[in-house]
């Protein structure tokens, strides 16, 4: 009997030992050891982050070139209010130069006196304005330097109209001719005063009419 329990004993051994083999074999949790062993090569996973990445390429343009700024003056740093400022002053240079450029008459009145002082200077800036003085259409004066103070001359007067003309005969470096005149009676009476401003070859003329 005892042999009979020792043969079940070493049956009931050799299939425990078959089905665990059988076991470990399926489930690939335990890989065999042995020289002539070889692994499946293994593929890595994707990983989500990407360590080396080239910049997207797109077809916007930089705003330094769809916006082209521009950072100096095109008139080479010419101020453009200079050369609206320069246009006005030609414009206001011409038109001066038109108003200039015409007879004067300053007027005229009568008088009862045998001869009349005619003193003259120049009311604005000394600057070598001069005129020469006609009486009747005839020169009396050729060539008269206006200066900051007045000088002048005596006219006898004849009966009837006397006119008399005072001519620009140069502008001065300022322009134009400019000056201030007046007209005293042979009793020292002021009878007339004004001012003339006139281009080069213009007249400023006054008319005295004696009684």
């Not at 020469?132 to 009837?160: A, C, I, M, P, T």
């Not at 002021?190 to 006054?206: C, D, E």
């Amino acid at each position: 009997m005892r042999w009979i329990f020792s043969i079940f004993i070493l049956i009931g051994f050799s299939l425990k030992s078959s089905a665990q083999s059988e076991f470990l074999n399926k489930s690939g949790s335990f890989a065999p050891i042995g020289p002539s062993l070889t692994l499946p090569p293994t593929t890595p996973s994707p990983s989500v982050f990407k360590l080396h990445t080239t910049p997207e390429v797109t077809s916007s343009k930089s705003i330094l070139e769809t916006n082209t700024l521009q950072f100096t003056n095109p008139n080479d740093f010419k101020n453009p209010g200079d050369i609206y400022k320069e246009k006005l002053n030609r414009k206001s240079g011409e038109d001066e130069s038109k108003m200039f450029r015409k007879d004067q008459y300053l007027g005229d009145f009568r008088t009862k006196s045998a001869y009349v002082k005619i003193s003259y200077r120049d009311f604005g800036e000394v600057d070598g304005d001069e005129i020469r003085v006609l009486v009747n259409d005839k020169e009396v004066v050729s060539r008269v330097f206006l200066e900051g103070s007045f000088k002048g001359l005596e006219l006898g007067l004849e009966k009837g109209f006397n006119k008399i003309d005072f001519e620009a005969l140069n502008q001065g470096y300022s322009g134009p001719n400019t000056a201030e005149f007046q007209v005293y009676d042979d009793k020292g009476q002021l009878v007339s005063a004004n001012q003339w401003n006139l281009a080069t070859g213009f007249k400023a003329t006054i008319i005295i009419v004696k009684e």
